[in-house]
């Protein structure tokens, strides 16, 4: 690491050692370096077999029961290959640890691939779902794939909660799809409460989860940025560390806890 980089993290340590109310998001970049590919620039998913169609949800709507044989019946692509033999790197790791020390208060992620819950993170948003996951389009109600069971002769899948008879579908948030109440109301808490926002691995272009990091630009508050290419964000970021994350956080980690001793 360059020793101007290795300054940055310094300061960025000297901030957070204070434990201010910390936010962090999420982006692919954390992702890439457990070896994941990108949906979108050369080699993403998206570029080489093109985009999901835009009204993804309303077809899945108009039609879920085609929706829930085409699921049961795809086996799994290249991308979910890469995805489900995908591990949590020193990155992830850091940042749980980080929520253990006190440090980061609560993590919004872009990524559906289960990492940082694997790392061991706590206090998670899954902005855009969770690939392992299944979620009620009613109420909300989400469950981990592993205690999920359902019978296959009848589809599509009703919510049983209580009172509920919505549908169920893949937590992942899809194309034309609102991201659920739920993932939004505790990004907006977490980030209304925060003195400290980081971004991590994030060009911080696709909304509404962009939106946080501008909202905590506009009200003055301390931006950290970690990303190894400049983003949009860069110019307004009190720190901007441009390295990534599996190689910042850890650092970060390290020098905190001298601050700490
Ligand atoms: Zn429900």
Redesign the pocket.
């Known amino acids: 690491m360059e020793h101007a980089t290795r300054e940055s993290v310094q300061q960025a340590a000297n901030i957070l050692q204070s434990r201010p109310y910390t936010v962090a998001l999420a982006g692919a970049g954390m992702s890439k370096e457990s070896g994941i590919p990108t949906f979108r620039g050369s080699g993403g998913l998206w570029t080489e077999n093109g985009e999901p169609p835009l009204d993804q949800y309303q077809q899945f709507q108009r039609d879920p029961k085609r929706w829930w044989e085409e699921r049961s019946n795809n086996s799994l692509g290249d991308f979910a290959q890469k995805i489900d033999s995908a591990q949590p790197n020193p990155g992830h790791f850091a940042l749980a640890k980080m929520e253990e020390m006190g440090i980061l208060r609560h993590l919004i992620t872009q990524n559906i691939d289960d990492l940082h819950r694997r790392a061991g993170h706590q206090s998670l948003t899954e902005i855009h779902g969770n690939r392992n996951w299944m979620r009620?389009i009613?109420?909300g109600?989400r469950i981990s794939q592993r205690d999920f069971t359902y019978d296959p002769n009848v589809l599509p899948v009703y919510?049983d909660?209580d009172g509920?008879d919505?549908i169920i579908k893949s937590d992942t948030v899809m194309f034309g799809e609102p991201i659920p109440p739920q993932a939004l109301n505790s990004s907006s808490m977490h980030s209304d409460l925060s003195d400290v926002f980081l971004t991590i691995g994030t060009s911080a272009l696709v909304y509404p989860a962009a939106a946080f990091p501008v909202e905590a630009i506009q009200r003055g508050k301390i931006l950290i940025e970690i990303n190894p290419e400049p983003t949009q964000l860069t110019e307004h970021a009190t720190i901007a560390i441009g390295a990534e994350s599996g190689q910042v956080l850890p650092l970060l980690v390290e020098m905190i806890s001298e601050l700490d001793e």
Do not use: H
Request: with cysteine; charged share 10%.
């Open positions: 009620c009613s109420c109600f919510c909660e509920c919505g």
